[in-house]
């Protein structure tokens, strides 16, 4: 039981782009992270983009994020309304999570 030389080449060929497609996968992730552009914080007019992520909050009630400056208001008025001009959603502390510890 012994292939051809020429078949194992092909096999061997396939598995290394198969390589090639997945490490090409990986990498279109990760840019796709990077490229995020978190904008400004409505809050605090901060770039989101220069925050640790650790600083900065999603929520699970609309797609807009913040700096940590969203709960001094919350802490001054309770819930709020999202500070993103034309959002209506309400935010409390309990819908906030950092995008990374
Ligand atoms: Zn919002």
Redesign the pocket.
Known sequence: MSAPPGEIRQHELMQSMCRIKNEMLDEDEIEMEESDDLGKCAVSQQDLNELPRSKVYKNSV???VFSDKIFTVMDAHGRVK?P?PG?N?MLSRNVMSPMSE
Do not use: R
């Open positions: 609309c797609p807009h999202c993103q959002c959603k």
